[in-house]
């Protein structure tokens, strides 16, 4: 016995001449992870344990040192680390190993590497090489450098790392793993690339991002960007289940496709129904017509191409030509065209108390459906129309837009138009069936079908009235020009009657059924709400002037040759050998 210890005192004063070949690692920094630091357990040496080959100790400046080789192994409470050949520091219980590194705690992580410095009374560990990973039972992490606090159970990287899941993969240049709440925090250039169950990806890009492995939900602040076989989502805080694919989105949300642009301050989108619902200054616009929707809150259903919004009068601008037509309702409904479905229109729904505004022309009604492909809007439930001092009313309208201008409007059953004169009377006109027709936005003819009668004051030079034209007929054709009725024709069965102004009495002055309703008149700012206010101030851009209208100043004046004046014709009086004219037929 006496000889067995004489050797083993020898054996810790060997000279470490091997030792000065390899050069140790400055001590690494200390793990950098949120909340309080616990305390580390103090005076728990390192064992090690058996079936090392070789060992070799001395004192190196000071410092008691013990290297071992081949097949070295240490315990420490729940923790095993592994390695070929290490350093052991007996004084600072602290542990360098060299070359196929490997970690162990509680059989649920492990992390190797090819270079590992080891702190017994920290409990923290620090492993380098050119691959480095971590691996739990739920992912691995890879990087070149990675810092791991073993009381706490957290890691941290600062040089990229790589993570992998069974569905996810992700990478960063910064990194933290908390392995009690499976929590990384990721930073710089994080990129996470999600499967779902058919295998197609979702691919995530930002600079901030906390992803919990449990939970499978990514948390993100800052600029993010989702790329989908469905479409691009963009928001600036938010959350990302990537097992249920719902999106909960904040601060300027977007969904982004081919067709059109969906946003809001809050977005929540399921990519598995297709299906989301945005709150608080929420827009849609169409890229392929200019159409813009805005309001409040909205609902969107990707695989019928359907947007609903409603909440604080929705308002709808669409730009076509030299005109904005802009639409107001309690709820719009956008109806877009879908890829194989050729049979679905692009269709603009609006209801209840519709309001219209474009140009000199304003509108109300109940309920309104708009055909984007025909240009053509449909207007239900009490429909009024005006444009510049003219009223039309019925049962049911539609107008029909050519090239970005009021073309035509289709009055159906109980058909009314009255227009306001320069001395404030109301010329009326009623029928079964009316259309107007107008001309580089002013009326231009009105074809009334059916039942016509007719209310029209005669004026002297603009400002004196006459006289009342009173007429009856199957049908007739009033003509405008400037806006003003210029001639009245009557086309079957004619009856009329002429009274001076002298013999004129008020209750001759109105058809039956007459309402002036320009009350009722939506003004611009009531119809462009707040959704649409900037477009209050906007001022329109100035046309430069061509060379040729300074050049030559008459021709551009003949450019647009104006219709000849038509003589002024006296007051309508009947006649009983006036035969009548032949109908009309509506263009």
């Given at each position: ?81 592994y390695c070929d050949s290490a350093y052991q520091y007996l004084e600072r219980n ?43 039972p739920r992912m691995t992490l890879t990087t070149t450098a990675l810092d791991y ?439």
């Open positions: 016995m006496p000889l067995l210890r004489f050797l083993l005192a020898i054996l810790l004063l060997l000279p470490l001449g091997a030792l000065q070949a390899q050069n140790r690692p400055a001590a690494p920094p200390t793990p950098a992870g949120p909340g309080p630091r616990p305390q580390p357990v103090k005076g728990a040496p390192v064992e090690l344990l058996p079936g090392t080959r070789e060992l070799r100790g001395g004192d190196f400046n000071g410092v008691k040192i013990r290297k071992l080789i081949g097949n070295v192994s240490f315990k420490q409470q729940d923790v095993f680390l602290e542990i360098e190993a060299f070359s196929n590194v490997r970690i162990v705690q509680s059989d649920t992580m492990t992390i190797t590497g090819d270079h590992g410095f080891y702190d017994g009374n920290k409990r923290t560990a620090r492993m380098t090489g050119q691959v480095v990973t971590m691996h739990d606090d073993l009381t706490r159970k957290t890691a941290f990287y600062t040089v990229g790392g790589h993570i992998v899941d069974p569905k996810n993969t992700l990478d960063s240049q910064q990194g933290f793993y908390d392995t009690n709440s499976k929590v990384f925090v990721f930073k710089r250039d994080v990129h996470l690339v999600s499967l779902d169950e058919q295998g197609q990806p979702t691919d995530l890009r930002n600079d901030t991002l906390t992803f919990n492995t449990i939970t499978k939900i990514a948390y993100f602040d800052g600029p993010t960007r989702i790329k989908s076989t469905q479409g691009d989502l963009y928001a600036e805080k938010g959350t990302y289940n990537t097992t249920t694919r719902v999106s909960n989105f904040a601060r300027n949300a977007k969904i982004d496709t081919p067709g059109y642009l969906l946003g809001g301050d809050q977005l929540v989108y399921d990519q598995v129904k297709l299906y989301g619902i945005a709150t608080g200054h929420v827009s849609l616009i169409s890229k392929k017509d200019n159409l813009v929707l805005r309001g409040d809150q909205g609902r969107y259903w990707r695989a019928l191409g359907r947007t609903k919004l409603f909440g604080s009068r929705p308002v709808v601008r669409n730009i076509s030509g030299k005109d904005t037509l802009y639409m107001a309702a309690d709820t719009l409904l956008s109806v877009e065209t879908r890829p194989g479905r050729a049979v679905q229109r692009p269709i603009l729904y609006a209801w209840p108390k519709v309001q219209i505004f474009r140009g000199k022309m304003q509108g109300r009604c109940d309920s309104l459906t708009y055909d984007r492909q025909d240009s053509i809007i449909y207007l239900n439930r009490d429909p009024v129309v005006w444009q510049a001092r003219n009223q039309l009313t019925s049962d049911s309208m539609n107008l029909r837009f050519r090239r970005g201008q009021l073309d035509r409007a289709n009055l159906f059953s109980n058909a009314f138009a009255v227009q306001e004169d320069t001395v404030q009377d109301h010329n009326q006109v009623k029928g079964r069936n009316m259309v107007a027709y107008f001309r580089r936005g002013q009326m231009a003819r009105i074809d009334v079908l059916g039942n016509a009668e007719s209310l029209y004051f005669t004026l002297d030079g603009d400002t004196v009235m006459s006289g009342m034209n009173k007429s009856v007929s199957a049908s007739m054709r009033l003509r405008f020009v400037d806006n003003k009725i210029k001639q009245l024709t009557w086309l079957t069965n004619p009856e009329a009657s002429y009274t001076p102004v002298h013999e004129l009495k008020d209750d001759v002055k109105q058809l039956k059924g007459y309402r002036w309703r320009v009350a009722e008149r939506p003004t611009r700012r009531v119809v462009f709400g707040k959704h649409f206010a900037a477009d209050l101030t906007r001022k329109p851009k100035a046309k430069p002037k061509s060379k040729a209208s300074k050049t030559h100043p008459k021709a551009r004046r003949t450019t647009h040759s104006r219709p000849a004046a038509r003589p002024k014709t006296a007051p309508i009086k009947p006649s009983a050998s006036a035969r009548p004219v032949a109908p009309a037929t509506p263009r």
